[in-house]
């Protein structure tokens, strides 16, 4: 691992990229609700992400066009300020109700003070659509390349490489108070049987702070 290293309980992440599964214009057939569980914006805006963040922080928000403006709010939510935009084309239509989608928008946002590595970044590319919500892996190397570690991935899907992750689909390397994820369960019996686990846990205290 590289700057990516899992820090140790007392430790907040520099960077957090988070990819919600937000619940406007998802329901339907070809919606994610048929896909995986969503969350209301009350719940997505509760999450203690102030908690999780270093005092000087990078937030990545993936939001798409029905969901954009309402991203902003959330990353205000959460602590940060919304800064500037990357735009992922696909080399597929999606849905909507006027035009056809055919990108994804990741947000960035600030908390504190945190210029970027990197300052040759284009804000738009070309990458190929693979699954449904499947963002592309050439994603994590641009954010390593942009913002400072420790790496915190919320609502992964997969492992990735210098990356601590969270979600209902990956053995998550923190837990969350108020967001149970299947990895908890296997964690807590773990742990009832004398096995030592890496997971970093964020306290309630530091929850409601």
Request: proline fraction near 8%; charge should be negative.
């Given at each position: 691992?590289s700057?990516?290293?899992?820090?140790?309980?007392?430790?907040?992440?520099?960077?957090?990229?988070?990819?919600?599964?937000?619940?406007?214009?998802?329901?339907?057939?070809?919606?994610?609700?048929?896909?995986?569980?969503?969350?209301?914006?009350?719940?997505?805006?509760?999450?203690?992400?102030?908690?999780?963040?270093?005092?000087?922080?990078?937030?990545?928000?993936?939001?798409?066009?029905?969901?954009?403006?309402?991203?902003?709010?959330?990353?205000?939510?959460?602590?940060?300020?919304?800064?500037?935009?990357f735009?992922?084309?696909?080399?597929?239509?999606?849905?909507?109700?006027?035009?056809?989608?055919?990108?994804?928008?990741?947000?960035?946002?600030?908390?504190?003070?945190?210029?970027?590595k990197?300052?040759?970044?284009?804000s738009?590319?070309?990458?190929?659509r693979?699954?449904?919500?499947?963002?592309?892996?050439?994603?994590?190397?641009?954010?390593?390349?942009?913002?400072?570690?420790?790496?915190?991935?919320?609502?992964?899907?997969?492992?990735?490489?210098?990356?601590?992750?969270?979600?209902?689909?990956?053995?998550?390397?923190?837990?969350?108070?108020?967001?149970?994820?299947?990895?908890?369960?296997?964690?807590?019996?773990?742990?009832?049987?004398?096995?030592?686990?890496?997971k970093?846990?964020?306290?309630?205290?530091?929850?409601?702070?």
């Open positions: 691992m700057d990516g290293t899992p820090p140790d309980d007392s430790a907040r992440y520099t960077t957090i990229l988070v990819d919600p599964p937000w619940p406007t214009g998802q329901q339907g057939k070809y919606g994610a609700a048929s896909k995986y569980a969503l969350m209301t914006l009350e719940r997505i805006k509760a999450m203690p992400i102030g908690a999780l963040a270093a005092d000087n922080a990078h937030l990545y928000l993936w939001c798409y066009p029905a969901t954009r403006y309402v991203a902003e709010d959330v990353m205000r939510e959460w602590g940060f300020e919304f800064k500037d935009e735009v992922w084309g696909k080399d597929q239509m999606g849905l909507g109700q006027y035009f056809r989608h055919a990108h994804e928008t990741l947000l960035l946002g600030v908390k504190g003070k945190l210029p970027v990197f300052r040759g970044q284009r738009f590319t070309m990458l190929p693979q699954d449904h919500s499947h963002k592309p892996e050439e994603v994590h190397v641009m954010i390593q390349r942009l913002s400072p570690g420790p790496y915190l991935e919320l609502f992964a899907r997969r492992p990735a490489h210098g990356f601590h992750v969270w979600g209902n689909q990956v053995d998550s390397d923190i837990t969350i108070p108020g967001y149970p994820v299947p990895s908890d369960i296997k964690t807590k019996t773990n742990t009832n049987t004398n096995t030592n686990t890496t970093v846990a964020v306290t309630e205290e530091a929850a409601d702070a």
